[in-house]
């Protein structure tokens, strides 16, 4: 593996950087505290072309790989792991299955102004009773004549109050063995609704919500991928969507430890700067090998993601380790900053409640150690 990035990946790395510091992360505790969905911000995304970075230029993306995307979805978190993982549905859950399985008409119709981020497009895999067991889901598909007619309902879909597409998944054969679809289902479908959105413990400004499907008309045109086998769309966009959320994970505990090491440089006590201690030395230094670890084993995959091989258990030990060394590090934030740490004044309290969530969405750790068991028991 080569660590030197290119010269277009620095370029992304430091863009993205330069914008986050400027446009992001100075709204990032407004956004949070109010729980503002950030608009303009994804309006001045799209523009950098963050909103599908890996996309080729034909189908309105940036034309970058995925180790771009990477170090791209890292800043952004760094600044604010809302805006991080509104971008990553975007990228991972939604552009990438589409131009990996969709017709020519969807690349034309949906993926590229998806890509551009003049419409917003949203995952739909999940539901009430079904989460990492996608076998028990409910929502069903059933075909007549000029289409599907779907039934059903999904949760904590994150960007589905604003996406003006999602990519639904749904039952359509129980016979010898479940067999699912994927569909994409438009805003202002009839029998299509939605919750509004979901209050959550982090990433208040990424909006989630349950949406519904009472008896909504689908066409045949609109199916992405074979009838039949929209688990492995459904699969393989998660293999690409765990090096997203891995890289989230690492932007917020990028900038957790960023915020202690200067809080240690300035905080005395016992007349020198804590930094001085022994204590909170060995604290730093643990935070920055797991970081540093992390951001590695990212890096790896999606590096194999580049080279077109499978990478779904290299992606499965990223989100893995990346989320929980996360939690990690952003729970030594809140300890090296101390009282303060616990305050809403200080961002640390931030972070370890963004950190949270990457344990669980796009499959759960539990989830990442089975699928990483079963790739070495193969």
Known sequence: MEFELSEEQRLMRDTTRDFA????????????????????????????????????TEHGGAGMDALSYALAIEEVSAACASCGVIMSVNNSLF?????????????????????????????????????????????TATKTGSGWVLDGAKNWITNGPYADWILVFAVTERAERVRHTAFLVE????????????????????????????????????????????????MASLDGGR?????????IARAALERSVAYAKERKSFGVPIAEHQAIQFMLA???????????????????????????????????????????????????????GYSTEFPVERHYRDARITEIYEGTSEIQRIVIAANLLR
């Open 21 to 56: 510091a400027r446009e992001i992360a100075p709204r990032a505790a407004e956004l949070d505290k109010l729980e503002l969905w950030p608009g303009s911000i994804l309006t001045q995304m799209a523009a950098l072309g963050l909103m599908g970075v890996a996309i080729p």
């Open 187 to 234: 805003r202002g479908t009839p029998g299509f609704t939605q919750n509004p959105y979901d209050h959550k413990l982090g990433i208040h400004a990424a909006h989630s919500c349950t949406v519904f499907f009472d008896k909504c008309e689908v066409p045949d045109a609109n199916v992405v991928g074979p009838v039949g086998e929209g688990f492995k769309v459904a």
């Open 286 to 340: 643990d935070m920055a090998t797991q970081v540093d670890a992390a951001r590695l084993l990212a890096w790896r995959a999606a590096t194999l993601k580049d080279r077109g091989v499978r990478h779904t258990m290299e992606s499965s030990i990223a989100k893995l380790y990346a989320s929980e060394m996360a939690t990690r590090v952003t729970h030594k934030a809140i300890q090296i900053h101390g009282g303060y």
């Open 243 to 251: 090096i997203g959320i891995a890289c989230q994970a690492i932007g």
């Open 95 to 139: 552009c990438d299955p589409i131009y990996k399985f969709g017709t020519d008409r969807q690349r034309r119709e949906v993926l590229a102004p998806a890509a551009r981020g003049d419409k917003l497009g949203c995952f739909g895999l999940t539901e009430p009773m079904s989460g990492s067991d996608a076998q028990t889901m409910i929502t």
